[in-house]
């Protein structure tokens, strides 16, 4: 069982930067693709991002490209997830989640969940 634990959101304004992390409690998370998800209200979950168990593929959703940036550090067991030029419209609670193999963006695919982070962008 891997459970997993994301810190780092918070309110901030537009044009400004957060940068989330993920790390899993109890064991590592090595051997898998980890995606971040995120919920805005009134809304389906949609994938952000995800990268592959070694940090070489990585994977984006058009809203996000050229402004999110995924990456993970296994010696430190984390993955984070670095957004830029952040909209109002990227207000949503963010997950990660992890998946041995296959499609690390698909919500129904993940197995393993953690219990997300609020992130605001208002002024």
């Known amino acids: 069982q891997l459970q997993l634990v994301e810190s780092g959101g918070g309110l901030v304004q537009p044009g400004g930067s957060l940068r989330l992390s993920c790390v899993p409690s109890?064991?590592?998370?090595?051997?898998?693709?980890i995606g971040w998800f995120r919920q805005a209200p009134g809304k389906e979950r949609e994938g952000v991002s995800c990268?592959?168990?070694?940090?070489?593929?990585?994977y984006y959703s058009d809203s996000v490209k050229g402004r999110f940036t995924i990456s993970r550090d296994n010696k430190k067991n984390t993955v984070y997830l670095q957004m830029n030029n952040l909209k109002p419209e990227d207000t949503a609670v963010y997950s990660c989640?992890?998946?041995?193999?296959?499609?690390?963006?698909?919500?129904?695919?993940?197995?393993?969940w953690g219990q997300g982070t609020q992130v605001t962008v208002s002024s």
């Open positions: 990268i592959s168990p070694g940090g070489a593929n990585t």
């Open positions: 989640a992890a998946v041995r193999l296959g499609n690390c963006l698909t919500t129904r695919l993940m197995t393993y």
């Open positions: 109890g064991s590592t998370f090595g051997n898998y693709r």
